[in-house]
């Protein structure tokens, strides 16, 4: 179950495409507590007694179509559906999408199948979560008055860039959505938060000086070092090396002439920003402890024998607990808002997932009667060409089901799910 802070400012009015579902399901605030065991053939599920009507997950599906075309300007708005077979599908994709007029209508199915799939999950998620979060929030007592919703909404707009009735206008028209969408799903992003505050996220001073005490080393650096060295296979041979550069001939030579040491050989032995103990543990303790600019060895190594010139030392750092304390802040933040939307969502679903039942085409995890589908062994013979994509993007989907948002808690029939 994802969270709504995955959804920026709260209803995140451009990302709709990059989000997956970027909706709710009704602005009504109908209950109730009897469980539904069956699902009736107009609803894709039912949660807690209240319907989500196939009608309302075919709108949200379209809203997402239609946020994946705006993203791509002349791209067509396929929204799969009539599963199983997808006839409708079939010819919207052979008529829009001129380069698989002629493909067949097994491998046009097939990928409809698969965009309906990663559509449906979202949209699936989207909508039980947003009822489980709704009605949590309602057995806590939490409530949103219209004044603070409308405040909500005014915030979401200007933060958005929507400054005018018009530019709102526009943003409905491409996007999909309709005005009690909108609405609803900022109730519902605002109902969210006031879970995640019952859980405590502010981080104390010396929480700050713990975490900084137990991880001192993550706010400073190393000393480093630049040095040219010689790798040799033999003492002898490293001799030499010394030797001739001690008369002035090149690293860039000597190096190609006697190290064994494939980094380096062809680039004049040198290594830069070496920290102690990244290389050989006697060539770093005996450069470490080396002055600037002075040929020393041979040091025994481990793969032979190290002749060496320390040309820079860089001198470790460390940040203080007063330098650190706004990245560690952050950090200690973003734990504690993790771990109380994990409790949110458990809390959630623990209440709620027995009484969330699904059809067979719309099942999810989150579902009471979802059944993990069976991993088949069976080979199947290649075909030659793969199977077309519905849309320019659908094939690079992420499988929705990792990209479930915040939704209705009751009937989604109203008239934002009227498309």
């Not at 003492?235 to 001690?246: I, P």
């Not at 070496?274 to 020393?296: G, M, R, V, W, Y």
Request: proline fraction near 5%.
């Amino acid at each position: 179950m994802k969270s709504l802070r995955s959804i920026p400012a709260l209803c995140a009015f451009f990302v709709v495409a990059a989000l997956i579902v970027a909706g709710c399901g009704s602005s009504s605030s109908k209950s109730s507590s009897s469980s539904a065991t069956t699902v009736p053939a107009t609803d894709a599920a039912v949660v807690a007694g209240n319907p989500i009507t196939k009608r309302a997950v075919y709108h949200w599906m379209y809203v997402d179509a239609k946020g994946e075309a705006a993203q791509d300007p002349g791209a067509p708005v396929i929204v799969p559906t009539d599963p199983p077979e997808f006839p409708k599908c079939i010819a919207q994709v052979k008529k829009e999408i001129p380069t698989l007029a002629k493909e067949s209508d097994a491998k046009i199915r097939t990928a409809c199948q698969s965009a309906f799939t990663s559509y449906a999950q979202a949209v699936m998620g989207f909508l039980i979560t947003g009822y489980w979060y709704q009605g949590t929030a309602h057995k806590l007592g939490i409530t949103l008055t219209k004044t603070q919703l409308q405040a909500a909404i005014t915030k979401a707009k200007t933060a958005s860039g929507i400054k005018t009735a018009a530019a709102y206008k526009t943003f409905l028209s491409t996007s999909g959505y309709t005005d009690a969408d909108i609405s609803y799903r900022i109730r519902i992003s605002t109902l969210y938060s006031k879970l995640i505050k019952r859980h405590p996220t502010a981080v104390t001073s010396a929480e700050i000086a713990s975490y900084y005490a137990a991880h001192k080393s993550s706010y400073g650096s190393a000393e480093k070092l630049n040095l040219r060295i010689v790798l040799a296979k033999t003492q002898a041979n490293a001799n030499a090396a010394k030797s001739a550069l001690q008369r002035g001939q090149s690293w860039d030579a000597i190096a190609k002439k006697y190290s064994i040491d494939p980094t380096t050989k062809d680039s004049g032995g040198l290594l830069t920003g070496i920290t102690a103990n990244q290389e050989d543990a006697a060539l770093s303790k005996a450069a470490f402890a080396a002055p600037l600019n002075k040929l020393e060895g041979p040091v025994k190594g481990q793969f032979g024998y190290y002749v060496f010139d320390v040309l820079k030392k860089t001198p470790a750092t460390q940040e203080t607990l007063t330098q650190a304390t706004a990245a560690i802040k952050q950090t200690l933040t973003t734990q504690k808002t993790d771990a109380a939307e994990k409790l949110v969502n458990s809390l959630a679903s623990s209440q709620w997932k027995s009484s969330t039942v699904c059809s067979q085409l719309f099942a999810i995890t989150d579902c009471s009667n979802y059944v993990k589908p069976k991993t088949t062994t069976t080979a199947t013979a290649p075909t030659t060409t793969p199977a077309p994509t519905v849309t320019s993007k659908s094939s690079t989907k992420k499988k929705s089901s990792t990209k479930k948002k915040s939704s209705a808690k009751s009937s989604t029939t109203s008239s934002s799910s009227s498309k």
